[in-house]
T-cell receptor, first 115, second 111 residues
Framework: DVKVTQSSRYLVKRTGEKVFLECVQDMDHENMFWYRQDPGLGLRLIYFSYDVKMKEKGDIPEGYSVSREKKERFSLILESASTNQTSMYLC??????????????FGDGTRLSIL | EDKVVQSPLSLVVHEGDTVTLNCSYEVTNFRSLLWYKQEKKAPTFLFMLTSSGIEKKSGRLSSILDKKELFSILNITATQTGDSAIYLCAVEASGTYKYIFGTGTRLKVLA
């Protein structure tokens, strides 16, 4: 079974802090994704990566950056946290085959509160 | 702009009822549509649909895709309280790595 592990279930930080959210997958998947989930807005893609050291902006990248130094690990960085970044953050991974992108597997999420 | 719309936004039923959840989409170069179930934690994968008219089934859940009318439905028969969750629909466009998610349907099943 695919396991996607996010480092924290709950996190409370202060405005202006630099925040790191970590995600690790154990299935050698090429693709990794960071989403935020807000009531009424669904899942919105922040960044994704299709290979080590590769990254692509999603739909709402402003205020975030990412790092993928190893295939199994994808980090989301809030450079200077703001209250409007309070949200549930979900990490996902997926593999590619001849048919294209395969279903994403999600971590349990990190509920981040910025005070 | 690509978009995925789910309806209804929320639904309350009693155990034993049958429910139909809807997902319509406008996506350039459609490749696949996925359904997920999200309880308290991670969304869990239910179905992946790529071809029109072919029903996918798992126990009391089934789903079908209509690529001409650009929608999919998820049916749940004989609902149970354990079916209470948010059901998410996501669509992938060919040639991208991304899935576009709908806002979800929140289903509550009462005993």
């Amino acid at each position: 079974d695919v396991k996607v592990t996010q480092s924290s279930r709950y996190l409370v930080k202060r405005t202006g802090e630099k925040v790191f959210l970590e995600c690790v997958q154990d299935m050698d998947h090429e693709n990794m994704f960071w989403y935020r989930q807000d009531p009424g807005l669904g899942l919105r893609l922040i960044y994704f990566s299709y290979d080590v050291k590769m990254k692509e902006k999603g739909d709402i990248p402003e205020g975030y950056s990412v790092s993928r130094e190893k295939k199994e690990r994808f980090s989301l960085i809030l450079e200077s946290a703001s209250t409007n970044q309070t949200s549930m953050y979900l990490c996902a991974s997926s593999s590619m085959d001849w048919g294209g992108n395969q279903p994403q597997h999600f971590g349990d999420g990190t509920r981040l509160s910025i005070l | 702009e690509d978009k995925v719309v789910q309806s209804p936004l929320s639904l309350v039923v009693h155990e034993g009822d049958t429910v139909t959840l809807n997902c319509s989409y406008e996506v350039t170069n459609f490749r696949s549509l996925l359904w997920y179930k999200q309880e308290k934690k991670a969304p869990t994968f239910l179905f992946m649909l790529t071809s029109s008219g072919i029903e996918k089934k798992s126990g009391r859940l089934s789903s079908i895709l209509d690529k001409k009318e650009l929608f999919s439905i998820l049916n749940i028969t004989a609902t149970q309280t354990g079916d209470s969750a948010i059901y998410l629909c996501a669509v992938e466009a060919s040639g991208t790595y991304k899935y576009i998610f709908g806002t979800g349907t929140r289903l509550k099943v009462l005993a």
